[in-house]
């Protein structure tokens, strides 16, 4: 299986940003996309970005997009979440996530693997 670790989560004010972490081990090379989903309070979870593990193409959610970047580096197994000019409805626990077969981007309920996740808290 892949083992998740995700770290980087914090406190930021409004307009502030953060770059989460995940570290992939065990079987990486059944990788195929990986993702971010969060979890606010008294919420469901949803999709916020995922990134293909080869060739890189990139997938956000609409409140992802223009602030979120999702990047990779193979070499480190390592996927990043850049968060910049996030807002007080950005609070959640964020989940690193790993697909390990063609599947649609979007639903959290298509991935596989996850992390225990961290969170992050934006204050106004």
């Known amino acids: 299986q892949v083992q998740l670790v995700e770290s980087g989560g914090g406190l930021v004010q409004a307009g502030g940003s953060l770059r989460l972490s995940c570290a992939a081990s065990?079987?990486?090379?059944?990788?195929?996309?990986m993702g971010w989903i969060r979890q606010a309070p008294g919420k469901e979870r949803e999709f916020v970005a995922a990134?293909?593990?080869?060739?890189?193409?990139?997938y956000y959610a609409d409140s992802a997009k223009s602030r979120f970047t999702i990047s990779r580096d193979n070499a480190k197994n390592t996927v990043y979440l850049q968060m910049n000019s996030m807002k007080p409805e950005d609070t959640a626990v964020y989940y690193c996530?790993?697909?390990?077969?063609?599947?649609?981007?979007?639903?959290?309920?298509?991935?596989?693997?996850w992390g225990q996740g961290t969170q992050v808290t934006v204050s106004s």
């Open positions: 996530t790993a697909q390990l077969g063609t599947r649609s981007p979007y639903s959290q309920r298509e991935y596989d693997c």
């Open positions: 065990g079987r990486t090379f059944s990788i195929y996309r």
């Open positions: 990134i293909r593990w080869s060739g890189g193409s990139t």
